[in-house]
């Protein structure tokens, strides 16, 4: 069955660099959009942005400029970084699989990235 | 952006109930919507795809309709494990936006 598994967040300073990893089974990347989505403690979802198994990415305008989401075809992952972090950035983080236009149907356990001075 | 308006956004309910939760985009989007269950603690689940169309493995007392501006979701008869929040979501455009959540309680 299809299983997305994600790493990394945690503890960060301002202006440190969160990357996040996913590591998918079950299924080829191939076919399907692979997106990051957050959620501030206590607040709604945000989409970041998506990526598909060739590596063509698409961000949120309003984080287009701090962050980048890769694709590892090799090893069925995907990352996301986000550069220069704040406290606004702190956040649950999933990684989730679009499957075009049924949804985004199969999602990661979130990983908390908490950004503290 | 398009931007999504859940209405309401908290609704107080009894096991058996029948309830609905709206939600409204700021522009047209045909039937590109998505609707999510959150659990505290837990990752969304898709309950409805394409305005209309049920999930795999999700019980059909959840239903869909709707399209342009304008959708609903309904909960036929309150189920103890349906007490969460709820979001729509626009797949139209990007960025996919989110309503900002209908939290469901126990009344």
């Known amino acids: 069955q299809v299983q997305l598994q994600q790493w990394g967040g945690g503890l960060l300073k301002p202006s440190e660099t969160l990357s996040l990893n996913c590591d998918v089974s079950g299924v080829s990347l191939r076919g399907y959009q692979w997106s990051w989505i957050r959620q501030p403690p206590g607040k709604g979802l945000e989409w970041i942005g998506e990526?598909?198994?060739?590596?063509?990415?698409n961000y949120n305008p309003s984080l287009k400029s701090r962050v980048t989401i890769s694709v590892d075809s090799s090893k069925n992952q995907f990352s996301l970084e986000v550069r220069s972090v704040t406290a606004a950035d702190t956040a649950v983080y999933y990684c989730?699989?679009?499957?075009?236009?049924?949804?985004?149907?199969?999602w990661g356990q979130g990983t908390l990235a908490t950004v503290s001075s | 952006d398009i931007q999504m308006t859940q209405s309401p956004s908290s609704l107080s309910a009894s096991v058996g109930d029948r309830v609905t939760i709206t939600c409204r985009a700021s522009q047209s989007i045909a039937t590109y919507l998505n609707w999510y269950q959150q659990i505290a603690g837990k990752a969304p689940k898709l309950l409805i795809y394409?305005?209309?169309d049920l999930q795999t493995g999700v019980p059909s007392r959840f239903s869909g309709s709707g399209s342009g501006t304008e959708f609903t979701l309904t909960l036929s008869s309150l189920q103890p494990d349906d007490f969460a929040t709820y979001y729509c979501q626009q797949s139209y455009s990007s960025p996919y936006t989110f309503g900002q959540g209908t939290k469901l309680e126990i009344k």
């Open positions: 990526i598909n198994y060739s590596g063509t990415s």
């Open positions: 989730a699989r679009d499957d075009l236009g049924s949804g985004i149907d199969y």
């Open positions: 394409a305005a209309s």
